[in-house]
Each structure stands twice: as C-alpha cells, then as structure tokens.
C-alpha cells in the first residue's frame, strides 16, 4: 500500500487543484500521457511515469498529456537515477505537480520550487519522510512494505 498526505494537512484536492483525491502512480515507461492525461480529464490526477528520464519517451509523451487535459496533471521521476536537465525538461510543459522517489530530492528542489508545481516526495522510512518535511515538500507518498514495488523496510501503517 501507498498512502498520501499533504505536508501541512490541506485536502489533496485542494493542493492539487483535482476533484477527486485519486492519484494515477507515476509507474516508469507505463504511465504514458494517455492514461495520465485520462486520469486528469475524470478529476484525479495523473502522474507520467519519467523514472529514469528516456528523453524520447517523454519526448513524445509529454506533449500528449499536455495537449490532451486541460486540467492539473504532472510527472514522476526516480530521484536517483535523474539530473537537473530531466526535470527542466518536464518543467518546460508546466506540470501541476513533480513526484520525487527512491533518492534525494534536494538537487531538484530549487529548480520546482521557482514555478508552480506542487512537489510530492515519495519516502520510504522516517528519516526520508524528515528530510521530505525538511525540503518543504507539498505532499508525502509513504510506501510500505507491503506496496507493489517496494524499497520500505515497515508496513506503511507502522510509518
Ligand atoms: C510497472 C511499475 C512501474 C513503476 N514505476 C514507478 C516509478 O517510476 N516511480 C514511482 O514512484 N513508482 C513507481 N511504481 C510504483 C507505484 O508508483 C506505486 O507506488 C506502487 O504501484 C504501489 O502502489 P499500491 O501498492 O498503492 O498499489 C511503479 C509500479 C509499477 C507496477
């Protein structure tokens, strides 16, 4: 399981601008801009799966997704596995919301931070779910053990 919250206790949907408090999982090279830009279109979310940044997948997925809602959508990447030059790409289609996981999300703070995308951190213990509170980030993704890829040592309702 996987559970959200906001970092100051405001209603998902009010952060995110969504009319439902669904979230599309931004699964790498599956959530492509046509489920995502679905998933916005009913009044959830949609995260595009970035993961590890393939410029020419999301080069062709996120014009789709931008073109396709005109409600907030946004794009995940792994953390790790990232540079700065990956997230400014994804930035330059203003997405509603950048989704960080599995790694640091101090490199790309600043560079979300100077627009209006909201940052959502997913963490996998306590002290990455401190340092996410520390970054400022706008929403949390607690994953547990028991989420469908898991990187958590605890079950999420132990976090
Ligand atoms: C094929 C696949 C790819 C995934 N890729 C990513 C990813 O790139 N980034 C990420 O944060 N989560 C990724 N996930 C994990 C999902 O975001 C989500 O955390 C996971 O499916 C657990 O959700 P649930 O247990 O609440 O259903 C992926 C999941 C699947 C099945």
Redesign the pocket.
Known sequence: ??AFSTADGTELTELLGVRHPIVL??????AGGAPAAAVSQAGGLGLL???YWDRAWLERELPIVSESTDQPWGV???AWAIDAGAVQHALEFNPAAV?L??GDPRPFVDQIRRTDAALIV?VADLDEARLAVDVGADAI?A?GT????STSSRPTARM
Do not use: E, H, K, R
């Not at 999982?25 to 599956?30: F, K, L, N, V």
């Open positions: 399981m996987t999982a931004p699964m790498g090279g599956s799966g970035g993961a995940g990447f792994l989704m996981s599995f997913q993704v994953q028991d989420s469908t890829i």
